[in-house]
């Protein structure tokens, strides 16, 4: 009877010291690795091609936190990371950046889209990284100068100012960073169409697919114009040129580079209604869209 009852409480003991170990093994590995979650809102479906990518500034050098996508209603297919405890509690920045799906490097692309420091266990993420656009205003007419004046003046657009009677500057936007172009568009019967995209708001975009076989005037001696597009040939399947843009809408987008899509991106600073009635060589003023993507961490 005492020998059942010895065995008895050197299996209870066995039981005891295995449940203990195994706490202390999950208390150990609590300690040593911590989770952060992101709540952001703003973000776009990235296609197939990019994923968004998260970063901790840890003493100067970037650490991954994991990669997700965002499906068309803006929700993210990843919320919460597991991270060194080390890591996490020596990160001061956060930063989230656009990759290729299949990456193989290492390194953080250019194309960043948000960032915040911490402050205690929170930090507040946003796009001021790539700029401020507090200050951003543009101006644009109607006009087809590659096909001559006076022909189909309302199936083009140019984002310059003729205020002293000269072409002009028309856009006042801050320098972009590496990994980040503007992309100027006119949506058309709910269609939108590229302008081209650009650097320089003081000269020519970087295509002209549809524009007229006439060279643009010089301006001030540059041998370019403004960014801005005819819409003459070589219509969109859907669309016929040349057209009339008036009641459509003018936008300028800030464009991941390289881009994930055909499509204006989530960023778009400047917008106008073009009105029904548009005379060509009108100025019109565009007018600011400053709901970017931002979140916490």
């Known amino acids: 009877m005492k020998t059942s009852k010895m065995i008895i409480l050197m299996l209870i003991a066995i039981v005891v010291l295995a449940s203990c170990k195994k706490d202390d093994e999950d208390n150990m590995e609590t300690e040593s690795n911590k989770s952060i979650t992101l709540n952001i809102s703003g973000l ?34 990843k919320t919460t990371f597991s991270l060194s405890a080390s890591d996490v509690d020596a990160a001061t ?16 692309a250019a194309t960043k889209i948000l960032a915040g420091d911490f402050s205690g266990n929170s930090a507040s993420v946003n796009t001021d990284l790539i700029a401020d656009f507090s200050n951003s205003a543009g101006k644009y007419i109607l006009a087809t100068p590659t096909n001559g004046t006076d ?5 083009g657009i140019w ?11 028309g856009l006042d936007l801050p320098q972009l960073p590496d990994g980040w172009k503007y992309e100027g568009w006119v949506v058309i019967n709910g269609q939108p169409v590229t302008t081209g995209t650009f650097t320089n708001a003081m000269a020519t975009d970087d295509a002209d697919p549809f524009s007229g076989n006439m060279p643009l005037p010089d301006v001030n001696g540059m041998n370019g114009f403004f960014p801005g597009e005819d819409f003459l ?56 869209k400053l709901n970017f993507p931002s979140g916490t961490v």
């Open 93 to 108: 920045t956060f930063v989230l950046s656009i990759e290729p799906a299949n990456d193989s490097d290492p390194a953080p």
């Open 44 to 77: 776009e479906d990235l296609g197939s091609d990019y994923v968004y990518e998260g970063w901790l500034i840890v003493n100067g050098a970037p650490v991954s936190t994991g990669t997700f996508t965002v499906d068309a209603t803006g929700m993210l297919s």
């Open 159 to 169: 984002f310059l100012d003729l205020a002293t009677g000269s072409p002009t500057v």
């Open 151 to 155: 022909n189909d003046e309302n199936s």
């Open 233 to 288: 040939v070589n219509a969109p399947s859907g669309l016929s040129f040349p057209t009339d843009i008036a009641g459509g809408m003018a936008v300028i987008s800030v464009e991941p580079h390289p881009d994930n899509s055909p499509n204006p991106f989530t960023l778009k600073p400047l917008v106008h209604a073009i009105p029904a009635a548009a005379m060509d060589h009108m100025v019109y003023k565009m007018g600011q």
